[in-house]
């Protein structure tokens, strides 16, 4: 296939010839001539797809092509032959540097479009960026010397611009604070040592940082992001890169927002569930200097059996590689006692208020009658609170839990009997003189705990002489039947008919 030409860099000259140009384009190899128009011009092949050549003596547009054992090139692309503007160089910066080179160094100026070479001294320099008005070139190695700067295009060859190469002191960090950072960068960083003067980069690992500030003690720079790792801080300025110091890169320090419960027993063993940011990787929870064992974690929640403690507020905190989190409080609570009741009588069906007296009561969360909660609980102190009793029967032991614990039986009487309503079968005798001052026997069930017995409303003295039986003095009342109730901490009796005879 024979060979085609794609671009011609650059496209013009001067009529005189000799101008460098550089052919692009595919089947190169083996190429026995090239032609700018009908002259022949030296070259050498690069590549198959590249050749470099040295225009003839020429006129106008030539068309530039390629011969090889495969064919001529057929396509146009042109060389056009003009009168260059020699370039012209103003300015050079920075106008000195290091003997080692390497360092950029900023040409400006008119006419230097298409460059192709610059050179400090005798030294060719590489070529970063071009443009009409400026050159951007690494300056090569030199030795202690000015040097004259010139810049060659097709219109020729520039005046010259003075360049010194210095010797100049290698950098030399002593000291990098902070030493380490969060991954994700944005942190200030100082460096301080010698010879720091006009940096030209700062690298984290192989990272460049911004430069903030800059003297021949101290940069101050702001450092990129990283990973989880440590490495090497240099700065590098005309006098070379300094030695290396350490910079580690650290997960970002946890942050708690929530921990509940927010109290626990003295005993712990409870569950503890802490909430934030930055969790990952726990080394370590502490519920003031007792470490917590960790039962799960997430970047986001960790999941803790709390450690033992005194009766007291102490702070929960997280460590992990980034650091230790900010403290939440956590308080220890002794277990609840319960030692009296206002009432230690109600009605099989509840509902019924009663007073629980103990000791560390403020945090109760439930209150049991033998096993079966009870509502409508208030707090009235830590050593007071109202219930409403639940359904029950017989003797039942009645206790608080709180986050410290639920109680257990204490000195005093901590239990609640459940009594059946008291029923009344019969009395005897059934009537008596509108006088009052009789004695009356009460039969029935449920009276042990008599607390009232009225006829007709009105109260009469009386006593409880067993669940079966109370003998009451019947008050005076109006000729007449009433009804004989007798109450208990169950309620009251069904009424029984009572006459009251004419005196």
Do not use: C, E, W
Request: charged fraction near 5%.
């Amino acid at each position: 296939m024979a060979p085609v030409v794609t671009s011609v860099s650059p496209d013009r000259g001067a009529p005189d010839g000799n101008t460098g140009v550089t052919l692009t384009g595919s089947g190169f190899t083996g190429a026995t001539m090239v032609k700018f128009g009908p002259t022949s011009a030296s070259f050498l092949v690069v590549s198959d797809t590249q050749i470099t050549a040295r225009t003839p003596v020429g006129t106008g547009t030539a068309a530039v092509t390629v011969t090889a054992p495969s064919g001529t090139s057929t396509q146009n692309a042109l060389f056009a032959y003009a009168l260059v503007a020699a370039p012209v160089l103003t300015s050079l910066s920075p106008t000195s540097g290091p003997t080692a080179g390497g360092n950029a160094v900023i040409l400006t100026g008119t006419n230097l479009s298409g460059v192709t070479s610059v050179t400090f001294g005798a030294t060719p320099a590489s070529v970063v960026s071009n443009t009409a008005t400026q050159v951007v070139v690494i300056a090569p190695a030199g030795v202690v010397s000015s040097v004259g700067v010139a810049v060659t295009t097709a219109g020729g060859t520039s005046n010259l611009l003075v360049y010194s190469y210095v010797a100049v002191a290698a950098p030399v960090l002593t000291g990098i604070t902070p030493s380490s950072g969060p991954t994700a960068g944005g942190n200030t960083v100082i460096l301080t040592g010698t010879n720091l003067s006009n940096a030209t980069s700062v690298k984290f690992g192989a990272t460049p940082a911004a430069v903030v500030s800059n003297t021949a003690t101290q940069v101050v720079v702001i450092a990129p992001a990283g990973v989880v790792s440590s490495v090497g801080v240099s700065v590098t300025t005309a006098g070379g890169t300094s030695n290396l110091l350490v910079y580690s890169y650290v997960a970002p320090a946890p942050v708690l927002t929530t921990i509940s419960p927010t109290a626990g027993p003295l005993g712990g063993g409870n569950t503890v569930t802490l909430n934030g940011t930055n969790l990952s990787g726990a080394t370590s929870v502490k519920f003031g200097n007792n470490p917590a064992t960790v039962l799960s974690n997430t970047a986001s929640q960790l999941v803790v059996s709390a450690p033992t403690g005194a009766p007291s507020t102490v702070n929960v905190t997280v460590t992990t590689t980034g650091g230790t989190s900010n403290p939440l409080p956590y308080l220890y609570l002794a277990a609840p006692t319960v030692n009296d009741l206002s009432t230690h009588l109600g009605p099989a069906t509840g509902g019924n208020t009663v007073s629980v007296f103990g000791s560390d009561l403020l945090l109760a969360s439930a209150v049991s009658f033998g096993g079966n909660p009870a509502t409508g609980l208030t707090v009235v102190s830590d050593s007071r609170l109202t219930v409403t009793a639940p359904p029950g029967s017989g003797t039942v032991t009645v206790t608080v839990t709180t986050p410290g614990g639920t109680s257990t039986a204490a000195t005093g009487n901590p239990s609640y009997t459940y009594l059946a309503a008291p029923v009344l079968t019969g009395l005897t005798p059934s009537h008596g003189s509108a006088l009052g001052g009789d004695a009356i026997v009460l039969g029935g069930s449920g009276l042990t705990y008599t607390d009232a017995v009225t006829f007709g409303g009105v109260q009469a003295t009386f006593a409880a002489v067993s669940d079966t039986q109370v003998v009451a003095t019947s008050p005076a009342g109006a000729p007449g039947t009433v009804n004989v109730v007798v109450h208990t901490p169950a309620g009251s009796s069904n009424p029984r008919p009572y006459v009251y005879d004419p005196a």
